[in-house]
């Protein structure tokens, strides 16, 4: 069905172009970026920062499809825009308006938390825009999960130092998904040589180890998630290997946010980050992630 600009998309057509499956991966980083600033989750920030970041998601997800439109008709003919289900003007209109109305929650909670909202949203923007064949990519989409984390500080401690290097590690695995989901194929062990940089979080959330046997378990899961992922583009073993350790890995941002709650001791909220990672993959199930 052929729709209007300005016609409010369907529900299905929303859901889709939000990709809001991986919502709780966005979820879990507030929580640690929350709890590494300030140790805490009792505030009212926090619910605000849900949302804001939320906004900033499903808006980025729907700048994406308006911007790789033109590729998607020849490459992904099945898309909402390409398939017309819903106008790329409307897509447009929707996607600015929520990143505009998540940098104004944010700076409900702060000045360092509005300008880091404006930087997400720059950033996001940056990469829908100019992603295909840049070879930074990766890196700026790294970012903008990275500033998730220093959002969520700076709305929680008004500082976003004490979350930088964990920010940093985030961006580097959120980086080797990036790089994955670009892999068509792999014809040679050589080509997986950048997922690398999913080893990073794991080295900074190593000290959870010695935290007890919870927060061990935790970060053997997000081991064995990468593991298991890496395996599945290494190998291919399975018909649509590529997609699957893709989502594999999104759903495994939880398990990022887990492991370096756990790393520091915070137990409780590491078991809470754990749980995005069910969720992320029961919800790709039904509304597709990549």
Not at 5 to 20: K, Q, Y
Not at 100 to 128: E, F, K, Q, R
Not at 211 to 222: D, E, I, P
Request: charged share 10%.
């Amino acid at each position: 069905m052929h729709v209007t600009s300005g016609e409010a998309p369907a529900l299905a057509t929303a859901l889709r172009l939000g990709r809001v499956s991986n919502l709780p991966t966005v979820w879990t980083n507030v929580l640690a970026g929350t709890v590494l600033a300030s140790g805490t989750v009792q505030s009212w920030r926090i619910g605000i920062v849900l949302l804001a970041m939320s906004l900033f998601y499903v808006g980025g997800m729907y700048l994406n499809d308006y911007f790789d439109r033109a590729i998607d008709a020849a490459e992904r003919p099945e898309r909402p825009i390409p398939a017309g289900d819903i106008s790329a003007a409307t897509v447009a209109l929707f996607g600015f308006a929520m990143l505009g109305a998540a940098i104004l929650l944010m700076a409900a909670t702060g000045i360092a938390a509005a300008l880091t909202g404006v930087l997400l949203a720059l950033s996001i923007v940056l990469y829908d825009a100019f992603h295909k064949g840049n070879p930074g990519g990766p890196v700026i989409m790294g970012l903008c999960r990275a500033l998730v984390y220093c959002g969520a500080a700076a709305a929680a401690a008004a500082s976003v130092w004490s979350v930088t290097g964990t920010a940093l590690g985030l961006l580097a695995y959120v980086a080797g998904i990036t790089y994955a989901a670009r892999q068509e194929s792999y014809n040679r062990v050589g080509n997986l040589w950048p997922l690398a940089v999913l080893m990073v979080p794991m080295v900074l959330a190593s000290p959870a180890l010695v935290q007890g046997v919870v927060a061990a378990l935790v970060y053997v899961a997000l081991i064995g998630c990468a593991a298991y992922a890496i395996y599945l583009l290494a190998r291919r073993p399975i018909p649509g290997a590529v997609p699957r350790a893709v989502g594999l890995l999104i759903a495994g941002i939880s398990l990022v946010d887990a492991a370096l709650l756990a790393s520091t001791g915070a137990i409780a909220p590491a078991l809470v980050a754990s749980l995005g990672f069910p969720a992320t993959l029961f919800l790709q199930k039904h509304i597709a992630g990549t």
